[in-house]
């Protein structure tokens, strides 16, 4: 099942989305997507309604340096046990929603990522357990002011403006995420490619990390890392990021109005 969230002429509503192309058409789900969802029989044609953040998490919990060779470009070794970061809830921005090139920032990054969505709350999950808690995957992009995550020696100003989280386009219910190709394309020229596979750490492996340390409630965000070819984008410029068996995620670069 595709789930999302979308606004519609009749307000902003989660569905689940049913068909390809223009054939494509979003079912209104009442209430929430977790559990078992159910309809209230109203549907919109998807050209006729606008996607949004397909969940809004009460955190999102990013891993950093989780491909080796991305540990390697950053100028650093891969770090032995998964290295965690939060980026604010404000930060979550839909496909097609620009990314705000903050004024202080002389470099903003894309980093393309395979991102899990927690499907209810949990707390101390064993990795063989992980599947139970997971109510799907969807696309992200960790932006990155990397200016200041350099000089702050810490994260959360250079991962945490507003807009520094676009997730979509929609959450994937069924797909395996073990193996699957992921892309990051600036302007339609691929800067990212890479497999699900060499996650150095697993999502088994993060969902049991995570969870230790904090709990996991439904719609909460886990970034599973970004591989190789990270770089600068600039106000103009356009960013898709794809993962293989979801969909693509794209957002345009603008400046602070």
């Keep these: 099942m595709r789930l999302g969230r979308v ?21 209104e789900i009442a209430e929430h997507p977790f559990g078992t969802p159910t309809f209230t029989g109203r549907s919109w044609a998807l050209a006729d309604v606008r996607l949004l ?10 891993v950093g340096k989780n491909y080796a060779a991305h540990a390697e470009e950053m ?15 404000t930060a979550i921005v839909g496909p097609n929603a620009p990314i705000v090139y903050p004024p202080s920032s002389t470099r903003v990054d894309y ?4 991102a899990v969505v927690i499907g209810r709350p949990c707390k101390d999950v ?10 799907g995957y969807t696309v992200a992009n960790d932006v990155t002011a990397r200016d200041q995550q350099q000089s702050d020696g810490q994260w959360t100003r250079g ?4 807009t520094f989280c676009p997730l979509g386009p929609w959450i994937e219910t069924e797909v395996d995420p073990s193996d699957l190709e992921i892309r990051t394309e600036l302007d339609g020229e691929v800067r990212q490619r890479s497999r699900t596979s060499l996650l150095l750490h697993d999502i ?30 600039q ?8 993962v293989e068996g979801i969909g693509t995620l794209t957002n345009p670069v603008a400046a602070k109005r």
Excluded: H
């Excluded at 100028?75 to 939060?86: C, K, L, M, N, T």
């Design 7 to 27: 606004a519609s002429p009749d307000g902003v509503a989660f569905v689940s989305i049913e068909g390809e192309g223009e054939a494509a058409v979003a079912k």
């Design 53 to 62: 953040a397909p969940i809004l998490a009460s955190k999102v919990v990013c």
């Design 159 to 162: 991962k945490g403006y507003d």
């Design 75 to 89: 100028g650093g070794s891969a770090p032995e046990e998964p290295v965690i970061f939060i980026k604010p809830n």
């Design 126 to 135: 064993p990795a063989a357990r992980a599947r139970e808690v997971i109510l």
């Design 204 to 233: 088994p492996k993060l969902v049991e990390w995570v969870s230790t340390v904090m709990t996991l409630l439904p719609g909460d965000v886990i970034l599973t890392g970004t591989p190789e070819g990270v770089g600068p984008m």
């Design 111 to 114: 980093e393309g990522e395979l």
């Design 235 to 242: 106000v103009g410029q356009q960013v898709s990021v794809t």
